[in-house]
T-cell receptor, first 111, second 115 residues
Framework: DAKTTQPPSMDCAEGRAANLPCNHSTISGNEYVYWYRQIHSQGPQYIIHGLKNNETNEMASLIITEDRKSSTLILPHATLRDTAVYYCIVPAYNQGGKLIFGQGTELSVKP | GAGVSQSPRYKVAKRGQDVALRCDPI?????LFWYQQALGQGPEFLTY????????KSGLPSDRFFAERPEGSVSTLKIQRTQQEDSAVYLC?????????????FGQGTRLTVV
């Protein structure tokens, strides 16, 4: 499966953009990149996903490099409520497409 | 309801006791997943249903763990003869279609403590 690598932790000032990187150098051509986040004591929450093109929704933007070996999740104006663990996941076709969570990035948004 | 509902939210079991955890997925969702999350760790996959068929149970840690979804909607995760290492949050998720190009919606989880 396409293993992902994320920094274990990051800080961001409130109101600034949070840019969370993810490496997935072994991704296959038809595998999507998904981002979820988990706020303390809650279930994971879907944020965004993409295949090749950059994607944007009301929560975030996803920038995928042209070679698809890495991506960046952008929270344009981080708030204290965005403090959470962020998971970058590439569901593998050869594993039935199930979500395999790694350790994620613990994002702390500070006032 | 609007989201995935799990019950109970909290369960304390004595070692050796059997427990049953319930998941009500979003109505009409084809896929249902169970995950186990130990303290400080990411969720770990347990099993996957497509409608009533259990297509993947590769993550179930032992034969004490059993899951079912008999009518393709509500699912139950049963743990027999609970042990202390079973203490974790058990998460259920559902998605409209079969993976991989489909987002999953998670419930709040059931926190199981085995004493």
């Amino acid at each position: 499966d396409a293993k992902t690598t994320q920094p274990p932790s990051m800080d961001c000032a409130e109101g600034r953009a949070a840019n969370l990187p993810c490496n997935h150098s072994t991704i296959s051509g038809n595998e999507y990149v998904y981002w979820y986040r988990q706020i303390h004591s809650q279930g994971p929450q879907y944020i965004i996903h993409g295949l090749k093109n950059n994607e944007t929704n009301e929560m975030a933007s996803l920038i995928i490099t042209e070679d698809r070996k890495s991506s960046t999740l952008i929270l344009p104006h981080a708030t204290l409520r965005d403090t959470a663990v962020y998971y970058c996941i590439v569901p593998a076709y050869n594993q039935g497409g199930k979500l395999i969570f790694g350790q994620g990035t613990e994002l702390s948004v500070k006032p | 309801g609007a989201g995935v509902s799990q019950s109970p939210r909290y369960k304390v079991a004595k070692r050796g006791q059997d427990v049953a955890l319930r998941c009500d997925p979003i109505s009409g969702h084809v896929s249902l997943f169970w995950y186990q999350q130990a303290l400080g760790q990411g969720p770990e996959f347990l099993t996957y249903f497509q409608n009533e068929a259990q297509l993947d149970k590769s993550g179930l840690p032992s034969d004490r763990f059993f899951a079912e979804r008999p009518e393709g909607s509500v699912s139950t995760l049963k743990i027999q003869r609970t042990q202390q290492e079973d203490s974790a949050v058990y998460l259920c998720a559902s998605s409209l279609w079969a993976p991989p190009n489909t987002e999953a919606f998670f419930g709040q989880g059931t926190r199981l403590t085995v004493v």
